[in-house]
Each structure stands twice: as C-alpha cells, then as structure tokens.
C-alpha cells in the first residue's frame, strides 16, 4: 500500500510545487521507490483542454488522451513515468462527477454536500492505483487560503484522519522574503501561512522555504520553532540556473531525507543520482551554442511553449550544445518578408497552435527555411502550415489554405482546403466521428496513436524503426488528395496511420533538415532521454551553426 505525500503552497503563487514534486518522486526512484504523482487543481473547468494558453499555459496530454496541467509535464520529465488521465483532476470535474451522479439517483435521494459528497470524490481520486506504487505525491494547486481550494484542503485532511498512522505526510512551500533595506529574510509570510494551514486541521511534517538568499541557522531554528517541525524538516529552495539541477539541490538540503524520516523509514537505502549528476555535467559542459527561433502566436507566455523548450534542452544535452531559445511573434511578420526577423538562427521551431491568428507569418517562416535550407521542425499546426507553404509556392494551388480559417469566418469560404476537419479516426477498437461544430473540450484526436514510417526515409532513420507511437492532440487534419502532387514535388509524405489514411509525417527530401509531424513529439523528451527527432533537429541546428 502507497505511502501518501500531500504537496500545498503557501504565501504566493508560483513558487514551483510541480517542480519540488517532480525533483522529490525522482530522489525517492533514486533510493529504489516506485512513485506516482498526480495533481488536484481547484479551478472549475472540466480541464485545461479549451483554456487559452495565456490563461493556463501549456496543455499536457498523456497515451491514454488526458488534456492536463503542464505540471505532468515536469513529472514526466524528472521520473520517466508515463501519466494518466487519473493522475490529474479539477474542481469542475469533481463537481461534474457528484452531479452526474445524483442525477441518476446514486445518493438515493440524500443532500448532496460539499461534505461528504464532493470530499468523498476527492478521496476516491486520491487512492486510484495506490497498490501499484510505494509512494503516491499528490500536489493541490493554488495557494492556501484560497476558497475553492477549501474542498481539497477537507479531503486530504480526512484521507489521512482515515488511514493508519503514519502512511501520510504534509510538504509545504513557502516564500521567504528579502527586505534589503534591513537585511534580513523575513519569516512572518511563512509563519501565517502554516498558521493557515492549522486552521483548517493541516500541520506540515517539511517545510520547503523559497529564498533568493542562503538561510540562517537562527531563521532555520525559529520556522522549525513557530511552525511546529523538526528542524531537518525545514528544507532551503534557492533559485537555480537549470530545473535540471533541482534532485541534485534538493538532496543536497536533505530533502528526500526529511521525507524518509518523516514516514520513520530506517535505515534508509542509499541514491543513485548517477543520472542526474551526467544531467547536470551535460548542461554545465557544452561545447557551443545554437539559436533556435520558436515562430509562434503566444510567445508572450514562455509557459505555453513550455515542453517544446525543454525538449530542445534535451536535445541540446544530447548533443552537448546549449541551445538558445528565442520566441519569436508570428504575427509581426504575417504581411511582410520574414528573412530580417529569422535570418541569424541556426534552426527555426513552428510549434502548434489554434486558430487562424499568426498562421500567414508561420507559413512564410516555412517558406523561408524551405528556400534558405534551414532546419526547420514543425509541429502540429507547424506541419500543417508547411504543407500549405508548399501547395501554394511549389504546386501552384495559390489558395491553399485549411478549414479551420473558413470554419472561423462563418462558414465564408476563402481558401482550397488542403488542411480540413479531422471526420473519423481510429481509437482502440472503435471508430470515432467528428463534425466541425462539435463541442470543443475532449473532442479533438487526443493521447497515444501508432505511425508506419517509409523505409529509407529521413524519419525512419532518425527513429531506428518505421513503426513509432506518439501524443496526438488536434482537430485537423492534412487532405491526403494533394499528397501524390506534392510527393512528385519532393514533399515526401513519410510517415502515415497504419491505415494509410491519416498523414504523420512529411519531409523534404532535398533539404538537409526539414520535418513537420501531426502529433506532439515534445511531451514524451526527458533530460535522461531525449526524443530522436529532437535530438537530431539539434544536430542539424549544431551542423548549420558552423556553417554560417
């Protein structure tokens, strides 16, 4: 049976909970445990699924097709195992569940309540596959205080009121200000927020304190004293210059150590942090750097791109380079000649996206790469808009264009769609069918689907194999009717649905680097293992960076 560890915030937001999370299930697999995290977020949409990026940041999707918070993208990322739809939750799910249910008459008639019944759900979350792991690390977004996070604050009192001693622990981050017209870091913030936390029947067993300034021994000995820990138990988090480094700091603090005394696990088994200590030599031994351009339409919130950054991190380690990341506005660029704001890069990135806003910029980012042969990845949408590049500059079709924009534009048709609405696919054993004025949430092609690669190709090289599986997560498609024209124009379509219907992968076979894929090769790259195609596109960037 799991041991359970309760993640909660304190004093602000953002202090990083998801990375300590992440940072502590690897140290705990590094002493020989099996971990699970999972997230409860008190918001009340379903999911983050048809949240602006600029709201919510980047959406993570796992195999089995869960749109979750971008903090399953960190635990991913630090232990290597794969999430879950049940590794992540809302309010609004949980409250649709409790309604879903009385609607059919499960409560039999009773009240429906916060208290048992939304609390109840929470629990029941909670203990989902809590024999299959040793530890289960369950973070509560927000901030406590908050009023929608009352609930879930409840439930995981309750969860551990009803297991036996022992098997559960609370870990608090808080803020530990400077005030440097006095010197000193403040520990009032996190005195008040324990204090908080105490009065809705929550006392932390560790309190991990963020700080721009090394802390005291007698600042150490007064938050042990006035919030009630043990002194080991107060864990130091200082800002570091990779989220990389973080196991490797955190272990250093004692934390992983805390946690084991914490459930009086003695004598505790040794780590084994050779991973992330060739991690952190990676990216603190390069032998060059790289600028990579990330044409996109929300790049004004590094968040909502945040896995394809890291996974030209770990493409950058895989190849011993630093790679430097520049976000560059689609939309400057949508009307006028993109050379000026792309020449200088040594790889351009088209990542996904939705909506018409910024696609003629990443078009002609397409067009430029293409003509000048420089690496080019484009992802998703980043795909689609290089297909479009080429029916309109290279086969001629001047209109090209997709769906999605006439869908947009109340059905006014303005373009010869070579990019359309996905219909049907195949899920499982089952066929799905969409139409385009379907509900938006949950219905795009979503999670884990297999590939068939051409032999021979660049991609089937790159991947060792012509039979992959990755993370889908969109709503159009590519129309397989252009595919002969663009083939005989060099636009290899080299990587299709095993029923040869649904295109995966195109390339252009005279170009040293140019790959756009429907799906999202980014969620699935891990320092520790970088995806190939990341880790070639690396490459190809290192190889032109010498060329220029």
């Not at 403040?186 to 936390?197: D, F, I, Y």
Request: one cysteine or more.
């Amino acid at each position: 049976m799991a041991r359970f560890i309760f993640i909660t915030g304190g004093v602000v937001s953002s202090l990083g909970k998801g990375l300590a999370s992440a940072a502590l299930g690897s140290l705990l697999q590094a002493r020989g445990f099996s971990v699970r995290l999972r997230k409860l977020d008190p918001y009340l949409n379903v999911d983050p699924g048809t949240m602006s990026p600029f709201e919510h940041g980047e959406v993570f999707v796992t195999d089995d097709g869960a749109e979750t918070d971008l903090d399953l993208g960190h635990y991913e990322r630090f232990t290597g195992v794969p999430a879950r739809k049940t590794d992540s939750i809302s309010s609004g799910r949980i409250y649709t569940n409790v309604l879903n249910k009385e609607r059919r008459g499960d409560y039999l008639g009773k009240t429906i309540q916060v208290i048992p019944h939304v609390t109840n759900e929470i629990k029941d979350f909670i203990a989902i596959g809590e024999d299959e792991v040793d530890f289960m690390l369950c973070e509560i977004g927000g901030t406590v205080g908050d009023i929608e996070g009352l609930p879930f604050f409840e439930a995981i009192r309750q969860f551990s009121h009803d297991r036996p001693r022992g098997q559960c622990i609370y870990m608090h981050l808080t803020l530990l200000p400077y005030l440097a017209a006095s010197g000193e870091l403040k520990t009032k913030p996190t005195q008040h927020s324990v204090k908080e936390m105490q009065s809705i029947g929550l006392a932390p067993d560790i309190l991990v304190c963020r700080s721009e300034h090394p802390i005291p021994e007698k600042e150490r000995e007064k938050i042990a004293l006035f919030c009630n820990v043990r002194k080991e138990s107060v864990v130091a988090a200082y800002d570091l210059k990779s989220i990389y480094e973080a196991p490797l700091a955190y272990h250093n603090q004692g934390l992983d150590q805390a946690v084991l005394d914490a459930f009086d696990i003695n004598p505790a088994p040794k780590p084994d942090l050779r991973v992330w200590e060739d991690v952190a030599d990676r990216i603190h031994n390069t032998d060059g750097e790289v600028n990579v351009a990330i044409v996109g339409k929300y790049t004004q919130l590094e968040d909502a791109y945040k896995s394809f950054k890291e996974a030209l991190t770990h493409g950058g380690m895989a190849n011993r380079v630093r790679v430097n990341v520049s976000w560059v506005d689609a939309e400057v660029f949508d009307s006028e000649d993109a050379a000026p704001y792309l020449e200088g890069y040594h790889a351009i990135l088209v990542p996904g996206g939705f909506g018409e806003r910024g696609t003629e910029g990443k078009i002609r980012a397409a067009q430029y790469a293409r003509e000048n042969k420089i690496p080019y990845f484009g992802i998703c949408l980043g795909m689609q808009m290089a297909v479009i590049e080429a029916a309109r500059n290279v086969a001629g079709v001047s209109a090209a264009g997709s769906e999605e924009f006439d869908h947009e534009s109340s059905g006014k048709k303005r373009f010869e769609p070579v990019v359309y609405h996905l219909k049907e696919w195949v899920q499982g054993n089952a066929k799905v069918n969409r139409k385009a004025d379907d509900n938006k949430g949950g219905t795009m092609r979503l999670g884990s689907y297999d590939a068939t690669l051409t032999a021979g190709s660049k991609v089937a090289e790159i991947y060792g194999s012509t039979a992959i599986e990755e993370r889908h997560r969109h709503r159009y498609e590519v129309d397989t009717a252009y595919k002969e024209q663009l083939e005989g124009l060099g636009l290899k379509f080299s990587g299709m649905s095993p029923n040869g219907k649904l295109p995966e992968i195109v390339e252009w076979e005279d170009h040293p680097w140019f790959i756009g894929v429907q799906f999202h090769p980014e969620l699935k790259s891990k320092p520790f293992d970088p995806h190939p195609l990341f880790k070639d596109f690396v490459r190809a960037a290192k190889e032109n960076s010498r060329l220029v």
